[in-house]
């Protein structure tokens, strides 16, 4: 008896976490947007819940978290179907091709179009029941090798490809920078891509999202503009 006593203490116990945890990072958010007076559009905190479980992800919507960003598909299913809540959900995963039909009917926004090709499986395979689906096109700003997202070069072109797709929005860019632990730096790889965002934006294409900042990172990228962050650790805490 004492045993199940101390478990459910326990598990209480993470369940507040979670609740402080959140109030917590919108505290930041708002510390944040009053850091910067030229910030006045509202931030959007995705909860990056990648290998957290659905009963983490619960707490957090009692919370008053209305997004949540998964990585892996069938992990993502599961969720989705078993929730029983109805909040947003972002894919910030990589996309592979055989998945992309699946990922386009069961998200209202994907972080991470980096081709044409994909953006096309996305685009034929969204039900034309559903509204448009939302798209960041993620941009390699640190030109690594080993990440995906497309290079500041190729961007434009393939923003301009994709207005002809109409059962897709391009709402925006979405950047992991390299980790950076100074502040400074990483304002200053976030202001790179801000410069590129309303470069596109005073061309002409209609957007309005800026996907950045993470746990590490999304004051400095508040502060330079981020509409949307995805915060896992610090909502979440470690991953398994
Ligand atoms: C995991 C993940 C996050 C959140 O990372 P934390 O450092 O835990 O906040 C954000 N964006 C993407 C694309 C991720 O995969």
New binding site residues.
């Given amino acids: 008896m004492a045993s199940v006593y101390w478990v459910f203490r326990l598990l209480k116990k993470c369940n507040l976490v979670i609740s402080d945890n959140v109030k917590r990072v919108l505290k930041e958010i708002d510390e944040c947007m009053h850091a910067d007076v030229g910030n006045s559009h509202s931030i959007t905190l995705i909860g990056?819940s990648?290998s957290q479980t659905i009963e983490k992800i619960r707490e957090a919507y009692k919370a008053g978290l209305r997004h949540f960003?998964e990585?892996y598909l069938q992990e993502a299913e599961e969720k989705i179907i078993n929730l029983e809540l109805n909040p947003t959900w972002h894919f910030?995963?990589a996309i592979q091709s055989r998945k992309a039909k699946k990922i386009s009917q069961l998200f209202d926004w994907v972080?991470t179009v980096d081709s044409y090709k994909v953006a096309e499986k996305l685009n034929d395979s969204r039900p034309s029941s559903m509204n448009p689906l939302n798209i960041c096109v993620q941009l390699n700003i640190d030109n690594e090798e080993t990440k995906s997202g497309v290079s500041p070069d190729e961007l434009e072109s393939l923003i301009g490809e994709l207005k002809y797709l109409n059962n897709l929005i391009v709402r925006g860019l979405m950047v992991?920078p390299m980790q950076r632990d100074d502040e400074y730096e990483q304002r200053k790889v976030f202001k790179k891509v801000k410069d590129i965002y309303y470069n596109l934006v005073n061309k002409g294409y209609d957007l309005d999202t800026l996907s950045m900042g993470?746990?590490?990172d999304f004051a400095a990228a508040i502060k330079e503009g981020a509409t949307m962050i995805?915060?896992?650790?610090?909502i979440f805490g470690l991953r398994e």
């Fill in positions: 990056a990648k960003g990585n910030i995963g972080h992991i993470m746990s590490s995805r915060v896992g650790t610090s």
